[in-house]
């Protein structure tokens, strides 16, 4: 009897120790494979377009980017690498400044180039070490080959090349001014004929390219949220079956020129309808989110990182139709006339909401006060799928893995602010953070709403301003003060080493922006605007 009992015994602590190494193995197993990464940038979004950001204005747009907060890690601190798009999209996909990468301002219809071919993207990093690559929505830097997404690292890409407002549309999306149609001639140029917008491009239609072939030209603005769900959504559920781990980059042009139902051709554009434009947009933004995430979720819950931001402020001269850089309104600029948003290195211009989801590694409901970059989404995800970036250049991102998992919440002890298309030559780094302190050595001439553009104005000592007791950047220190002439001595050493730096790198790469008329993307050069379509 006693035999009997002891034997039960060992057979029952043997069969413990194995329970506990399978769910350890399970553990081991799951943290040993490469995590899956889906980053979905937004186009000229707001901080405080992001609804848990501003809980004060009880607006309901952005439920699900709310509940992705609520079930992981909020930003409030993070900014966009640049205040405009292309600059924005190369920083973060190469996780180098303006002046490394080449790319300090936006490539246009006509542009022969992109993305300089010397840098290294973090798709193409990725792609070598077994991710499945791929891209939807607007790409920005370059359409010509070899510039184009399947030629810098993606395996597959479905989208624009630039901007929503870069070629015509049959029924364009709402802007201010509006622009006209690709027919001039059709029921829309009624109500849209009293504001000709002189910086629509009408001459080749808004193409949807997928992979290298434009499959339809202009294409449906109106259809295009559907398109670009249906082929993540297929992205996702494919990874389960081929069982390889996946980068999943989404640049969604949304808030741009922001989409909403349309009216018939025949309707007044009323103020009510003006006001709600951009929150339906930006509804249907969140909603093309909460679908990716719920796939997600289904398919590889607990190896997924799901990491929302955006590529740069609003733009402020849209009015309406732009959205929320909420208490961070750059007053000491508007004050003076013209705008503190998109294109200025203001906190509007740059500051962005930012949410970042992991199930069982991103501790849940948590918020970050860390000061991070755009840029820092190249090292990160190189660093959490276990790839080494090359060592032939020079990077200005920083991991972040510790402040995603870990609750650390040192980001960058100085950051950097490039010019971008207001004051100053492109890509100068004439704006500078560190802790709670940011000073300007240059500030003025960007659109507001209204038109004003206020005076470009050099500042030798720089503003300097305390964002702890000032996040509206109203008032300046005092130059005589103790604290300024600390700070301003620590800035203006950091940002001279920083120039020697960049201007001792031997990887400094320059990109062409020349033009020319051939360059426009055309699938039928013959047809009037390019017409043409493959799809069913």
């Not at 491009?201 to 249906?230: C, H, M, R």
Request: aromatic share 8%; net charge negative; hydrophobic share 35%.
């Amino acid at each position: 009897m006693a035999v009997g009992l002891t034997q039960l015994l060992v057979s029952g602590v043997l069969l413990c120790e194995l329970l506990l190494h399978s769910v350890s193995q399970h553990e081991a197993n799951v943290h040993s494979k490469k995590p899956n990464f889906i980053i979905i940038l937004a186009d000229d979004i707001g901080w405080g377009d992001l609804d848990t950001n501003q809980p004060e204005e009880r607006a309901n747009n952005t439920p699900y980017l709310n509940l992705m907060a609520q079930q992981g890690l909020r930003f409030t601190d993070f900014h966009s690498p640049a205040s405009t798009c292309s600059p924005s999209r190369a920083a973060i996909l190469t996780g180098r400044y303006g002046l490394r990468n080449g790319v300090t301002h936006n490539f246009a219809v006509n542009s022969v180039a992109g993305l300089p071919l010397s840098e290294v993207t973090l798709p193409q990093l990725l792609k070598k070490a077994g991710y499945y690559t791929a891209m939807i929505g607007k790409w920005h830097l370059g359409h010509n080959e070899p510039y184009s997404p399947t030629n810098r690292g993606f395996d597959y890409y479905l989208g624009i090349p630039y901007s929503n407002d870069m070629g015509c549309t049959d029924i364009p999306g709402y802007n201010l001014p509006q622009c006209l149609p690709c027919d001039p001639s059709g029921p829309q140029v009624i109500r849209l004929k009293r504001s000709v917008h002189g910086g629509c491009y009408s001459k080749v239609g808004l193409p949807l390219i997928e992979n290298s072939s434009i499959v339809e030209q202009p294409l449906d603005l109106w259809k295009l949220t559907e398109q670009y769900k249906s082929a993540a959504l297929r992205i996702i559920r494919n990874a389960r079956e081929r069982g390889q781990p996946y980068f999943l980059y989404i640049a969604l042009a949304h808030m741009h020129v922001p989409l909403a139902p349309p009216l018939s051709p025949d309707a007044p554009i009323t103020t009510t309808h003006a006001d709600g434009v951009y929150a339906a947009s930006l509804q249907e933004l969140d909603s093309l989110v909460g679908a990716v995430k719920v796939t997600s979720d289904d398919t590889d819950k607990n190896n997924t990182l799901i990491w929302f931001t955006g590529d740069n402020g609003p733009w402020e001269q849209k009015c309406q139709y732009a959205g929320s850089v909420g208490p961070f309104a750059g007053k000491w600029q508007t004050s003076k006339g013209g705008g503190s948003a998109k294109q200025t290195t203001w906190e509007g211009g740059h500051r962005v909401p930012t949410v970042a989801y992991w199930p069982g590694r991103i501790p849940a409901n948590t918020s970050s006060p860390a000061l991070l970059s755009g840029m820092d989404v190249f090292p990160t995800l190189l660093s959490l799928a276990g790839v080494t970036p090359p060592s032939d250049r020079r990077y200005d991102g920083i991991d972040a893995t510790n402040i995603l998992l870990h609750h650390e919440q040192t980001g960058h002890e100085f950051l950097f602010h490039p010019n971008s298309g207001a004051a100053g030559r492109y890509g100068d780094l004439q704006t500078v953070r560190t802790g709670r302190h940011k000073a300007f050595y240059i500030t003025g001439a960007a659109e507001a709403c209204g038109g004003g553009t206020g005076l470009q104005q050099l500042h030798d000592p720089p503003l300097i301003f305390d964002l702890e007791r000032d996040e509206a950047e109203e008032t300046p220190l005092q130059a005589e003060s103790p604290e300024y002439q600390a700070v301003a001595e620590r800035i203006t050493r950091k940002r001279e080493e920083l120039l020697w730096d960049i201007a001792t790198d031997k990887s400094v790469s320059t990109a062409d922006y020349s033009t020319d008329k051939s360059a426009a993307p055309c699938c039928d050069p013959r047809r009037a605007v390019c017409r043409c379509s493959t799809l069913g």
